[in-house]
């Protein structure tokens, strides 16, 4: 079997990483060309991804990122179309929702190929978001879809999708965690050079569109670190950078922004920090494989699970008191013991249902 992977985005290197690895086991007969749309062109936020983690070179490189959403779905399904003509996979594998998941889906799904789609079925309810129009729309396209969780196989009955598309895999992200930390442990040393101490700092990630590009949002979380008793590191997403100099925003004293962070130094600074704050989806489950709680900086999450184990806390920016109320819960928080997300072995399952069947 021939797969075609599309990935562009940070989530999205981590999860071929280790979907990729499984790929490449003795006796599988499985061949796999990587396309990358170049989504995420910053080399912090995509070359040392596939440095430490060991992913195969991609095959075709497309550069299309920086514009709009309209502007980079529709050059990536131009592109992607180009390279399914030329390559005629058995079938399409994507990650996530971002628009280079969407953009091969749709270029695959039009020239009849079958697409897989891992991380199936998640949903935060709120079509304002991009994210969650490209993975609805994802998943309606798809062949066959991985889902993460029961709570993600649940929403697909509920939209209509019951059949034997839909496979309940695990999350690949809790593979990557188990099989990564060693190795982050023994190579990192953004501890030492960032100067922290173990649980004395917050870690804070912030990049979505509705908080990213609002200016109010931005300086409603940025005041409720400015009042907080710890210390906050903020790896600055280009965006998140571009938006703060165009509004004019400074940072407050004890917010101290460092570039992108590889997956390495990243695994290092969850496991260490007292709280992470972030309006990621990834970043809220790498914090609660590490244990550390986490203040989510939206209405609303994909990962309810965690909300409802108390490991993650919903704080929307909506007022300096919300994010504050988050973020003094969190302090002291112990969730429940849960394992919502499989057992480390998503991958394999991924690769064994690709290699059993006859997709047509």
Request: hydrophobic letters at 45%.
């Amino acid at each position: 079997m021939k797969i075609i992977t599309v990935i562009g985005a940070r989530p999205q290197f981590i999860k071929a990483a280790v979907v990729s690895r499984a790929f490449r086991e003795i006796d599988r007969d499985i061949t796999e060309q990587i396309v990358h749309t170049g989504q995420h062109f910053d080399a912090n936020m995509s070359d040392i991804f596939f440095k430490e983690l060991e992913i195969p070179e991609p095959t075709h490189h497309l550069g299309i990122g920086g514009g709009t959403h309209g502007s980079n779905t529709g050059k990536m399904i131009e592109a992607v179309e180009v390279v399914l003509m030329k390559e005629k996979p058995d079938c399409l594998l994507v990650y996530g929702d971002t628009d280079s998941t969407l953009a091969g889906a749709l270029a695959a799904v039009k020239l009849h190929i079958p697409v897989a789609h891992v991380e199936a079925g998640l949903r935060s309810f709120n079509r304002r978001m991009p994210e969650e129009i490209n993975r609805i729309l994802t998943d309606h396209a798809s062949t066959l879809l991985f889902a993460p969780t029961q709570t993600a196989v649940t929403n697909l009955q509920t939209e209509g999708i019951t059949d034997s598309r839909v496979h309940l895999v695990g999350d690949v992200m809790l593979d990557a965690a188990m099989h990564y930390e060693p190795m982050a442990l023994k190579k990192s040393r953004v501890l030492e050079t960032l100067g922290l101490s173990t649980k004395k700092f917050v870690l804070a990630t912030i990049h979505r569109a509705e908080n990213a590009d609002d200016a109010g949002r931005m300086k409603i979380i940025l005041e409720s670190f400015a009042n907080f008793e710890l210390p906050v590191v903020m790896p600055m997403h280009p965006r998140t950078k571009s938006r703060l100099a165009e509004f004019g925003i400074d940072l407050p004293r004890n917010v101290r922004a460092v570039a992108p962070v590889g997956y390495f130094d990243m695994i290092v600074l969850e496991l260490n920090a007292r709280i992470v704050a972030t309006d990621s989806g990834g970043v809220q489950k790498e914090a609660f494989y590490y244990q550390t709680p986490c203040v989510t900086l939206r209405e609303e999450t994909e990962w309810t699970e965690l909300v409802e184990a108390e490991w993650n806390f919903l704080a929307p920016p909506l007022s300096v008191d919300h994010i504050r109320l988050g973020l003094e819960k969190a302090m002291g928080a112990k969730g429940s013991p849960i394992q919502p997300y499989g057992d480390g072995y998503a991958a394999q399952r991924i690769a064994d249902v690709l290699e059993s069947v006859v997709v047509s």
